[in-house]
C-alpha cells in the first residue's frame, strides 16, 4: 500500500489549519493539523519519521513532520524579529527563522548555530527529531528566564550553549531509546524517567555517620585531657 499524500490547504486565521490526505486511489479527506500525540497528523508524521529511520538517509523535510513543526508555539512567527511564516531553521536550537534572520545566524558558524532551509536542503531523522522537539516558543521562554533579550549576542552566552547542547543529547537519547517517534509529550515523560534518582540516606548509612561523628568526638576530649 502506498503512504498517503499530505497536501496542505490554505492557512486558517483560527488557531488550526487543515490537512486534506489523498490516498493512493485519489480519495481525499481532510483532518485537523494539530500537533497533538494522538493527532491523525501526528500519526503521518511518525510514518515519515520511521521511513527515514529505516532508510537511513537524508530527504527534504516530511510534508506532515513540516505540518507538525508549523503548528508548535510561536513556530507562525521568525524566533528573532517575528515575522510572520518562518520558512528557514536554526537547527541547533529547534527554531524557525525568516531569511533575513537566518543570514545573521550563518554568520555566527555551524558550531553556533546549524542554519538550514526548510524546503531545498535535506535532513537526516535526528535532524527533523530536533525540530519537533524544539520549537520558538520553548526557545523563547528559555531566553526570557535569563534575561537574554539582545538577538545579536545571546547565541553566543553560556546558557545559551547549555540549552544547544541539553536539547541535542535529549534528540540522541530519543533516537537510541525509543522505538517509532510518538510526540512530545511522550518525549518529556522519557526524558524524566532517565533523570537520575535522588539518593536517600538510609537508617544504617546515618547510624555509622553517628558512630563516625561520636569517636572525633572523643578523639577531640581525649586530646584536650592529655594537653
Not at 39 to 60: C, F, I
Not at 86 to 93: K, L, R, Y
Request: net charge positive; with cysteine; glycine share 8%.
Amino acid at each position: 500500500m502506498m503512504v498517503p499524500t499530505l497536501i496542505m490547504v490554505p492557512r486558517a486565521e483560527g488557531p488550526t489549519s487543515n490537512a486534506r490526505v489523498i490516498d493512493h486511489t485519489g480519495q481525499s479527506s481532510t483532518i485537523p493539523s494539530e500537533g497533538n500525540d494522538n493527532s491523525p497528523l501526528m500519526a503521518l508524521a511518525v510514518k515519515e519519521l520511521e521511513s527515514l529511520r529505516n532508510r537511513g538517509v537524508d530527504v527534504h523535510f516530511p510534508k506532515a513532520c513540516w505540518a507538525v513543526v508549523k503548528q508548535l508555539p510561536g513556530n507562525k512567527t521568525c524566533l528573532d524579529c517575528g515575522t510572520g511564516f518562518p520558512e528557514w531553521a536554526c537547527v541547533s536550537f529547534g527554531g524557525l527563522l525568516c531569511l533575513h534572520c537566518s543570514g545573521r545566524h550563518r554568520g555566527l558558524g555551524v558550531r553556533t548555530s546549524f542554519v538550514k532551509s526548510m524546503h531545498m536542503d535535506h535532513w537526516s531523522h535526528s535532524q527533523i527529531l530536533q525540530m519537533l522537539e524544539g520549537g520558538n516558543r520553548q526557545l523563547s521562554c528559555f531566553f526570557l528566564r535569563h534575561s537574554l533579550h539582545d538577538t545579536n549576542t545571546r547565541y553566543l552566552t553560556k546558557a545559551t550553549a547549555f540549552y544547544r547542547h541539553h536539547l541535542s543529547q535529549h534528540v540522541h537519547t530519543l533516537v537510541n531509546t525509543i522505538g517509532p517517534y510518538q510526540g512530545r509529550e511522550a518525549s518529556r515523560r522519557l526524558g524524566k524517567s532517565k533523570k537520575k534518582p535522588v539518593k536517600t540516606t538510609t537508617n544504617q548509612e546515618l547510624h555509622r555517620t553517628q558512630i563516625s561523628q561520636q569517636k572525633s568526638i572523643s578523639c577531640s576530649n581525649a586530646m584536650s585531657t592529655n594537653e
